[in-house]
């Protein structure tokens, strides 16, 4: 096998270090970071995470399949000495192979997309309210709303997505909370583009969506899925607060404005959460969607093995939702694998990348004893069973 030659190179240094802030500097190659990628759960050549930070420091690049492999889950960086931003890194390294059209095979479609359609889903931007063409959902009015739902591209267009932003209509329905939408007119968050390393891409996106939430007089937004409310949070100006909504669930909960007082089953029900990589790690958002869930009677929460900032990824982030993993080799399957072995009635997470990846694992295993939900679907079907009364 032919060795690959590296070349040094101090333009690829420099950019290296303006796109990441330098933060590949730090890491002192202990491999901690490739002994913890879940990679290494499913082939048998793992991911060398500690070869890419080298390069990093280095200033190499040979634009390697591998390093679309990543995920960004940030399992890396929790069990890191040093706390390096491991996936700034991926995603800086991956920026210098949009710049030399050295990217992943397909994924240049989905930036495309983004540019002509405002999501990456190569849906048309005249669809992205269908989801809620019976709901008769409210445009955003910043004197009468006290939130705008941000829905999000992946729950504007994706079938099984779209259950979960219905549901969590409902939800604000029942407790009451005024709020509107953007219909067509809300912007992509640009959280696939950003993961995919093209930032100066995602930044002209966040500028723009920024200048329409300014205009429409935005402060406090709810999402629908965790990769954006990472965007909004992480990566956008301060102007704006973001709130996922299993955190919003929680408050309503506290305040006393959302009643869970209906079983959702006759006999108790053993459900187990997922936590989404993006809520628990690089958020640390852990209790509020176990708070929801221990609202809801006749409910009995499980652990996994993985679970919290240790969550084990679902396979779906970094770009991977829109690139072929073969069967064998889905974090998914080992996942549900944890979940029948606690003997769970459900599998409840918060995030649409991990329904879709948790429930192609259910269906390709044949596992008939499983359901996997959604936090919301779950909170809707206790709602919807008992009333409001």
């Known amino acids: 096998m032919a060795e690959t030659q590296y070349i040094l190179n101090d333009q690829i240094w420099e950019q290296l270090l303006a796109l990441t802030d330098g933060t590949a500097a730090i890491c002192f190659q202990c491999g901690a970071?490739?002994?913890?990628?879940?990679?290494?759960?499913?082939?048998?050549?793992i991911l060398s995470v500690r070869g890419y930070m080298r390069q990093a420091q280095l200033g190499l690049h040979n634009g390697n399949?591998?390093?679309?492999?990543?995920?960004?889950c940030g399992q890396c960086q929790v069990d890191c000495p040093r706390d390096v931003n491991i996936p700034e890194v991926f995603r800086g390294l991956r920026y210098l192979s949009w710049e030399q059209n050295q990217p992943h095979g397909g994924l240049s479609t989905l930036l495309w997309s983004?540019?002509?359609?405002?999501?990456?889903?190569?849906?048309?931007?005249?669809?992205?309210?269908?989801?809620?063409?019976?709901?008769?959902l409210p445009d955003f009015d910043a004197q009468h709303h006290?939130?705008?739902?941000?829905?999000?591209?992946?729950?504007?267009?994706?079938?099984?997505?779209?259950?979960?932003a219905q549901a969590l209509v409902k939800i604000l329905r029942f407790a009451e909370v005024a709020f509107g939408t953007l219909g067509e007119l809300e912007p992509c968050s640009g959280e696939e583009v950003l993961s995919l390393g093209h930032k100066p891409y995602f930044q002209e996106i966040a500028q723009k969506a920024a200048t329409t939430f300014k205009e429409r007089g935005v402060?406090?937004?709810?999402?629908?899925?965790?990769?954006?409310?990472?965007?909004?949070?992480?990566?956008?100006?301060d102007s704006i607060q973001?709130?996922?909504?299993?955190?919003?669930?929680?408050?309503?909960?506290?305040?006393?404005?959302?009643?869970?007082?209906?079983?959702?089953?006759?006999?108790?029900?053993?459900i187990a959460f997922h936590d989404p990589c993006y809520l628990a790690r690089h958020n640390a958002e852990i209790e509020a969607p176990r708070r929801v869930l221990a609202a809801i009677p006749g409910v009995e929460i499980v652990e996994l093995m993985n679970t919290?900032?240790?969550?084990?990824?679902?396979?779906?982030?970094?770009?991977?939702?829109?690139?072929?993993?073969?069967?064998?080799?889905?974090?998914?399957?080992?996942?549900?694998?944890?979940?029948?072995?606690?003997?769970?009635?459900?599998?409840?997470?918060?995030?649409?990348?991990?329904?879709?990846?948790?429930?192609?694992?259910?269906k390709g295993q044949r596992i008939g004893n499983l359901a996997v939900m959604d936090l919301a679907e779950v909170v809707a079907m206790a709602l919807l069973q008992g009333g409001s009364s």
């Open 242 to 270: 973001p709130v996922h909504y299993s955190q919003y669930l929680a408050e309503l909960i506290e305040d006393d404005r959302l009643h869970l007082k209906f079983n959702i089953n006759d006999t108790p029900v053993k």
């Open 65 to 72: 399949e591998n390093l679309w492999l990543c995920t960004t």
């Open 33 to 45: 970071c490739t002994a913890t990628c879940p990679w290494g759960l499913v082939r048998e050549e």
């Open 308 to 362: 919290g900032v240790d969550t084990l990824c679902c396979g779906g982030g970094g770009g991977r939702m829109w690139i072929d993993t073969p069967p064998g080799e889905r974090f998914s399957n080992i996942r549900i694998s944890e979940a029948v072995e606690t003997g769970i009635d459900i599998l409840v997470t918060a995030c649409p990348y991990c329904i879709a990846c948790l429930e192609d694992s259910v």
């Open 146 to 164: 006290e939130i705008l739902y941000y829905v999000g591209c992946t729950a504007s267009y994706e079938t099984r997505a779209q259950k979960v």
């Open 219 to 237: 402060t406090r937004l709810v999402t629908t899925d965790p990769h954006s409310y990472d965007a909004f949070k992480n990566h956008y100006p």
């Open 114 to 136: 983004v540019y002509w359609n405002n999501n990456p889903w190569e849906q048309p931007p005249s669809q992205r309210n269908n989801w809620a063409k019976n709901l008769e």
